[in-house]
């Protein structure tokens, strides 16, 4: 859930975004005063003029370190604070303080995850046996950072109700991210059989979100999960499950209709494609030749001095190192040692040929590696500049760049990549459909490593891949 200002609208705690800051507090129960990383901080105010009040609540989970209490607290360092506020009013991208109030799946406000999990706790021991509590208890503390506790309420959940498949995702999910697809296997194949069964959650995106993850989860680590499947049988097609894993894995064509088509079919209870979505187009080898610049970046380019070998897009940014992009149509184009101004009406102009792009774009084929690498060393670029761009924001950059090339800007992040994407075609040529497969595997990326609401995996990926490449 989004945070708006608006003061009806409230944060659901298992939702809210993971940040790291620290405030001194005062434990209600005990007396003592600490700091504590405490997170987002949320506030809402209650009455109007000087008798107004304003309530804040936390993001993170901790306890009282004298006590080992939930709360309730007092903030003992309001310098801090109004500091933390005076940033958010005057930084759009800081997301330390917003407004809102942290409330559980029933409506219940708490002060802080660890009053949530009291809460839980106690509605747990009323009713034992209810697998959505213990469903609500494991995001709870998976959001807070609390992965092991987490898995234990996840775990417990699906003893209650193996048919959970809220649950079974963030165990799916939480082996792959430790790396473990033997453990993630039996829980894939459940969670299959579970959603060919039909057995879904009352939020209709929140069923799709599950399936596209699942495939996509599933696709992205093809190789190791085709390692783990049993074998075939001899005779006869197998479990549904296992036909659906085994099929969606060996599908080649258009990455996003592969995803997509299997998520549908989970939901219509289908577990092999129809014959013609495996159907595969034949492509041409692209033609990668530095030189090979569009006519209007060509002239400048010759007439200026550049290096053709060379070129970037510069990173402009004020005296307090905000991105400044006056006009993205001018493009401030560097080779090092000089920088020119390139002007671009619309990315859709500089689309050259008619190739078609491979199946297997989202595989990040050998030959398109020079692109990804251009625009993805750009986005690091950026991350120096502005610090580490979420997950979510990428990828909604992504999709906008790939669905309409020529749309509304973002804003700033999305203005700067949408120049590297013309820098990327005045330098190369590429048809508006490698351009729309290529983006789109950069947004596939994303949606992979991201861990909603807010995470920063996929930059986090950049880092230590590039990293290890300058190593």
Request: with cysteine.
């Amino acid at each position: 859930m989004r945070m708006t200002d608006q003061p009806s609208r409230h944060a659901v705690v298992e939702r809210l975004p993971r940040i790291s800051q620290k405030l001194k507090l005062t434990c209600r129960q005990c007396g003592d005063k600490a700091r504590y990383d405490v997170g987002r901080i949320l506030y809402d105010q209650e009455g109007e003029g000087e008798s107004a009040k304003r309530q804040y609540a936390f993001g993170n989970y901790f306890r009282c370190r004298q006590c080992g209490g939930a709360g309730p607290w007092d903030i003992a360092d309001y310098l801090t604070l109004m500091g933390l506020t005076v940033r958010s009013v005057v930084d759009r991208g800081f997301e330390g303080v917003a407004r809102g109030r942290p409330a559980l799946f029933d409506g219940t406000f708490v002060e802080a995850p660890a009053m949530g999990e009291e809460y839980l706790l106690s509605l747990i021991r009323k009713d034992p046996g209810n697998a959505f509590l213990c469903s609500r208890l494991g995001n709870l503390l998976r959001n807070c950072g609390q992965a092991a506790q987490a898995d234990h309420w996840h775990a417990k959940a699906l003893e209650l109700d193996p048919d959970d498949i809220e649950s079974r995702h963030h165990l799916v999910r939480a082996a792959l991210q430790a790396g473990d697809v033997r453990a993630a296997l039996p829980h894939a194949l459940r969670l299959v059989r579970s959603l060919l069964d039909g057995h879904m959650t009352d939020n209709d995106t929140l069923n799709k979100d599950i399936a596209l993850s699942l495939a996509e989860d599933l696709r992205g680590s093809a190789e190791q999960f085709k390692s783990c499947l049993p074998a075939a049988p001899g005779q006869g097609r197998g479990p549904d499950e296992e036909v659906f894993i085994r099929t969606l894995l060996a599908q080649t064509g258009d990455e996003q209709e592969i995803i997509e088509d299997a998520a549908q079919r989970l939901f219509d209870g289908e577990p092999e494609p129809s014959p013609v979505d495996d159907a595969v187009q034949a492509t041409d080898a692209p033609v990668l030749t530095a030189t090979d610049l569009f006519p209007t970046l060509r002239t400048l380019v010759e007439s200026e001095g550049l290096n053709p070998e060379r070129l970037i897009v510069a990173l402009e940014v004020d005296e307090r190192r905000n991105i400044r992009i006056g006009d993205k149509h001018s493009i401030p184009v560097h080779d090092g040692s000089k920088m020119v101004q390139w002007q671009v009406p619309s990315l859709q102009e500089l689309f050259r040929g008619n190739r078609t792009p491979p199946a297997d774009m989202d595989h990040y084929p050998e030959e398109y590696a020079d692109h990804f690498f251009f625009i993805e060393e750009h986005v690091l670029t950026l991350c120096e500049v502005q610090g580490d761009r979420t997950d979510q924001e990428m990828e909604e950059i992504y999709s906008m760049l790939r669905r309409r090339p020529d749309g509304r800007s973002l804003g700033t992040t999305h203005d700067f990549l949408w120049q590297v994407a013309a820098l990327l075609l005045g330098t190369q040529i590429l048809s508006g459909a490698e351009f729309e497969a290529l983006i789109g595997a950069l947004e596939h990326s994303t949606r992979r490593w991201a861990l909603r609401p807010v995470s920063r995996n996929y930059v986090a990926y950049l880092h230590n891949t590039f990293g290890g490449l300058e190593g």
